[in-house]
């Protein structure tokens, strides 16, 4: 059973097979890209790597996410794992890609995604849990809230 919120959503939050989910996916790409993608100001046109998520949720190194109303995704999260170079039986899941359209931040919708993700990434023996937050959109003191510390800083150009 899917909880009922009082907006009238129906959210499910669930690990996907990439190919059973793609097409939802990419139907948000350039919104997301909007709000969080440095280059799309720029004019750049978001071209993720398809084939590179196929090649490491293969591997067992990916998975997705969704949070779906009624069937239809509104939200996605991409993970990848892999072991600490300095710490070589550790696992760590890195979190680069989140995203809840807009009207499905409403109370609580945005916090059960990031905790349906954490224990997702715990399941899978990864009680490291990083998190990648854009400065266009800086989200970070809801995972602050959720007892995460600021840990690195990484800068770039375009």
């Not at 129906?10 to 989910?21: I, P, T």
């Not at 350039?30 to 490491?56: F, I, M, R, T």
């Not at 190194?61 to 070589?88: C, E, N, P, W």
Request: aromatic fraction near 14%; glycine fraction near 8%.
């Amino acid at each position: 059973m899917r909880p009922t919120y009082p907006w009238g959503f129906e959210m499910e939050f669930k690990v996907e097979n990439w190919e059973d989910c793609s097409d939802g996916i990419k139907s948000l790409f350039n919104e997301h890209w909007e709000e969080v993608g440095h280059g799309a100001a720029k004019g750049k046109e978001v071209n993720p790597d398809y084939d590179g998520y196929k090649s490491l949720r293969q591997k067992g190194m990916l998975i997705v996410i969704t949070a779906r109303d009624k069937g239809k995704i509104v939200g996605y999260s991409i993970a990848v794992f892999s072991y600490q170079m300095s710490h070589k039986t550790t696992i760590r899941a890195y979190v680069p890609i989140v995203f809840l359209k807009r009207e499905f931040r409403k109370g609580f919708i945005g916090y059960k995604f990031l905790k349906a993700i954490e224990s997702f990434c715990c399941e899978r023996s990864s009680k490291n849990v990083e998190w990648s937050v854009s400065t266009k959109n800086d989200w970070s003191p809801l995972l602050e809230r959720m007892g995460y510390k600021l840990m690195t800083k990484n800068y770039g150009r375009e």
